[in-house]
């Protein structure tokens, strides 16, 4: 039987040089083209980068600060006002939005009602300057992306204290992918330190480190948290609240990683290049942190990345119930907690749009760690 290469003959340069290229790819190149070759995705991959970014520059993004000191108070549970170029008017090349008035009526028993004026147009203008802000964290300034003369503007309408809920979507998306941030990074760590002397070492060890693990895996996270909760003070600080809520996401989200840390090290711990660096006299720190780890640091990054979604659905669930961030912190959770009254439901749809947001951060961590786990699967038939 005549061979596939004879019977295709010679290879071309170019397809010899592709040839080439993947033989001597490092292994980060070869996940990373394999990634690309997953639409789905690559479009969860921008997405999620532009959600980032969004909550990256979410004080200049938003035109007022998400806080009380941002309210607009004669605009409370407000629609939400879309930019628009055309009205019954005419149209215009700038966009904007037309103007609302707020009267009590008897009809609804005195309570306020708003009417749009669509004989009055507030044009929007870009960079203009407002609420003071941190950019970063450390960079003052005052420059918002947009805004509009002589009034406000709420793209996503406001909620009952009259608070921009576009400005707090934003800071809340930031605020959710810190917690999740500092959890997995505690959790990252305890995780290569533990599974890494579990799987080196093993034996005695080993067995006494998987009863620590197996130990922590079965703690339930809601009572850990209520009695947190219970031993928190009242008056503890924004900041505070913040901090312990990321510490416990961490330190109850580490024996996952852990275990794949330690399956991997038993594996290859009695390889020859492990032999020999022990024979050139590594310490097995040194043989731990140098060759085991590096060995596959891919699939580490991997793992990250699905772990990820969880610790934000964790703080988002426990800031749903109570137990996690509070106002004034900005967090999807404390957001999606407002959104669950039957008034809101039946008069104030737009509660919900961080809803969407919500949804579509953890469906793109969701669908990028699957992407990732198979680029970095070498026998995965997604590239075959």
């Known amino acids: 039987m005549t061979s596939q290469t004879q019977t295709e003959g010679p ?36 997405v999620l980068i ?23 108070k004669d605009y409370t549970n407000g629609a939400p006002q879309l930019m628009q170029f055309c009205d019954k008017n005419g149209c215009s090349i ?11 009526s008897m009809a609804t028993n005195f309570r306020w009602v708003t009417t749009v004026n669509e004989d009055k147009r507030l044009y929007v203008q870009w960079f203009v300057t407002g609420d003071r802000y941190k950019l970063f964290g450390f960079i ?38 810190q917690v999740g941030s500092i959890g997995v990074f505690i959790a990252f760590v305890l995780a290569l330190i533990i599974g890494g002397v579990a799987g080196y070492y093993g034996g005695a060890i080993d067995g006494f480190i998987q009863m620590i693990t197996d130990a922590v895996r079965v703690v339930p996270a809601i009572p850990l948290f209520m009695a947190v909760a219970a031993f928190m003070p009242p008056e503890t600080s924004a900041e505070a ?10 330190f109850i989200g580490w024996p996952t990683l852990a275990r794949r840390v330690r399956t991997h090290l038993l594996t290859e711990r009695n390889q020859e290049y492990v032999l020999a660096a022990q024979l050139c006299g590594a310490s097995s720190s040194h043989v731990i942190r140098r060759h085991l780890l590096p060995s596959f640091t891919s699939y580490i990054i991997v793992d990250l990345v699905i772990s990820f979604p969880y610790m934000v659905l964790s703080e988002t669930a426990l800031s749903f119930i109570g137990l996690g961030l509070k106002d004034p912190v900005s967090s999807l959770g404390v957001m999606l907690q407002k959104a669950t009254s039957a008034d809101v439901m039946l008069n104030y749809q737009w509660y919900f749009i961080p809803v969407i947001f919500f949804i579509v951060l953890v469906m793109a961590f969701v669908f990028v760690g699957d992407g990732l786990r198979d680029a970095a699967d070498p026998y995965s038939d997604s590239h075959k």
């Open 50 to 72: 532009a959600l980032i970014l969004a909550g990256l520059l979410a004080p200049f993004l938003s035109p007022y600060d998400p806080t009380i000191a941002g309210r607009d």
């Open 241 to 250: 609240r913040f901090f312990y809520i990321s510490l416990i996401l961490g």
């Open 11 to 46: 290879l071309s340069a170019e397809d010899q040089k592709a040839k080439e290229a993947y033989f001597t790819a490092s292994q980060r190149q070869l996940i990373w083209a394999r990634f690309k070759k997953q639409r789905t995705a690559m479009v969860a991959a921008f």
């Open 140 to 177: 003052p300034g005052n420059l918002h992306l947009f805004g509009v003369e002589g009034g406000k503007i709420h793209l996503f309408g406001t909620d009952e204290d009259g608070q921009d809920i576009f400005s707090r979507t934003l800071h809340a998306v930031w605020t959710s992918l």
């Open 94 to 104: 700038r966009p904007f939005i037309h103007a609302v008035e707020r009267e009590r």
